[in-house]
């Protein structure tokens, strides 16, 4: 991930290294404005988060970003934007029937959890 570095966020990242981030699988089917979001889980990841400090490490993953989303170079290259590196350890991955399977990197495994 990148962040501008004069912005709430990557203060708030410098000072306390846990996160959750919460995706979607979300897709744009036809690419049409009126397109329903398709997409069957969301999936919350909990882990720590550390700027990647390592100029060469740091490029290669400016690049790999760049190459994903070709169409915002403005939030990934820059003077000021720093490139994240998250190491995830926990994950809850609910589809769309609010069932949820959470998972561990430290035992590899995961289980079924229903969430009324």
């Known amino acids: 991930m990148s962040t501008n570095r004069m912005t709430k966020k990557y203060d708030m990242i410098s000072r306390q290294k846990g996160v959750a981030l919460l995706i979607h699988d979300f897709s744009d089917e036809g690419g049409g404005g009126d397109d329903r979001l398709t997409g069957e889980f969301s999936i919350t990841m909990n882990g720590a988060c550390s700027v990647v400090e390592d100029a060469v490490l ?12 070709p169409d915002y170079p403005q939030f990934i290259v820059g003077q000021h934007i720093a490139i994240l590196a998250v190491s995830v350890v926990s ?9 949820v399977i959470k ?3 430290s035992s590899g495994s995961s289980h079924h959890q229903h969430v009324c």
């Open 103 to 105: 998972w561990t990197v």
């Open 58 to 69: 740091a490029d290669r993953y400016r690049q790999a970003h760049l190459k994903n989303n």
């Open 91 to 99: 994950a809850r991955i609910c589809n769309i029937n609010d069932e």
